[in-house]
Nanobody, 121 residues
Framework: QVQLVESGGGLVQAGGSLRLSCAAS????????MGWYRQAPGKERELVAA???????YYADSVKDRFTTSRDNAKNTLYLQMNSLKPEDTAMYYC???????????????WGQGTQVTVSS
């Protein structure tokens, strides 16, 4: 059972940047993919970014060219660099991981507890 712990959330002004981190409790080398979901109040949880073990990435249209996800297998850590933040990016951000044999089109195998990101206008 992989445990995921997010950090790096906070309050930032519109146009600013934040970097989220997700530390895994064990090696992520064998994890098929890792990614970030977000959920704003009253809205469904949505996948915003993901990265496969081989390096292929996925980004939701709403964050393309502003967010970048990366993984450091040696540190068992996933990152989300968020630039040019907008008030509509305000949400709880969750780290997620997919086990071998699954894809990002399926429900993640593992979840973090979430970290709050608030963007003021």
């Amino acid at each position: 059972q992989v445990q995921l712990v997010e950090s790096g959330g906070g309050l930032v002004q519109a146009g600013g940047s934040l970097r989220l981190s997700c530390a895994a409790s064990e090696s992520i080398f064998s994890i098929r993919a890792m990614g970030w979901y977000r959920q704003a109040p009253g809205k469904e949880r949505e996948l915003v970014a993901a990265i496969y073990r081989g390096g292929n990435t996925y980004y939701a249209d709403s964050v393309k060219d502003r967010f970048t996800t990366s993984r450091d297998n040696a540190k068992n850590t996933l990152y989300l660099q968020m630039n040019s933040l907008k008030p509509e990016d305000t949400a709880m951000y969750y780290c997620a991981a997919w086990a071998v044999g699954t894809t990002i089109q399926t429900i993640p195998s593992f979840w973090g507890q979430g970290t709050q990101v608030t963007v003021s206008s």
